[in-house]
């Protein structure tokens, strides 16, 4: 049997929790939420409670993309935001996933589509 992708939520808002969440529980047995980073512990935690399984939860950004049992980080933040933490995810060695752009221009989203990732990671 295979083991599923092991995912992070970076982002817990509103969209996240009512839109990505449903639909990557229902896909159990493709992924396994392991850590949600918000800005805020709160908003984190409260995104964890609708998780049947235990989930870790961070404030800290960098903490997460350095785990090693983190394969994906599913970006769920406001598009001007994006391209920061997308570049930072994509040379922490994770891959990335997300419904926005990854950029709020196509000159944003081209530089990100060639950075360097971490080459242990790939």
Same mark, same amino acid.
């Given at each position: 049997?295979?083991?599923?992708?092991?995912?992070?939520?970076?982002?817990?808002?509103?969209?996240?929790?009512?839109?990505?969440l449903p639909s990557l529980?229902?896909?159990?047995?493709? #992924?396994?939420?392991?850590?949600?980073?918000?800005?805020?512990?709160?908003?984190?935690?409260?995104?964890?409670?609708?998780?049947?399984?235990?989930?870790?939860?961070?404030?800290?950004?960098?903490?997460?993309?350095?785990?090693?049992?983190?394969?994906?980080v599913n970006i769920v933040?406001?598009?001007?935001?994006?391209?920061?933490?997308?570049?930072?995810?994509?040379?922490?060695?994770?891959?990335?996933?997300?419904?926005?752009?990854?950029?709020?221009?196509?000159?944003?989203?081209? #530089?990100?589509?060639?950075?360097?990732?971490?080459?242990?990671?790939?």
């Amino acid at each position: 049997m295979t083991q599923p992708i092991r995912i992070a939520f970076i982002g817990a808002g509103i969209f996240a929790q009512d839109t990505h969440l449903p639909s990557l529980l229902e896909l159990d047995d493709t #992924y396994r939420i392991v850590a949600v980073y918000s800005r805020t512990e709160s908003t984190a935690r409260a995104f964890a409670e609708n998780i049947p399984y235990k989930t870790d939860i961070t404030t800290n950004l960098d903490a997460v993309l350095e785990r090693d049992d983190i394969d994906v980080v599913n970006i769920v933040l406001p598009i001007q935001i994006m391209p920061e933490i997308v570049e930072k995810a994509l040379r922490s060695g994770k891959h990335v996933i997300s419904e926005k752009p990854i950029a709020p221009t196509v000159a944003q989203g081209k #530089y990100l589509l060639n950075v360097p990732r971490r080459e242990d990671q790939l």
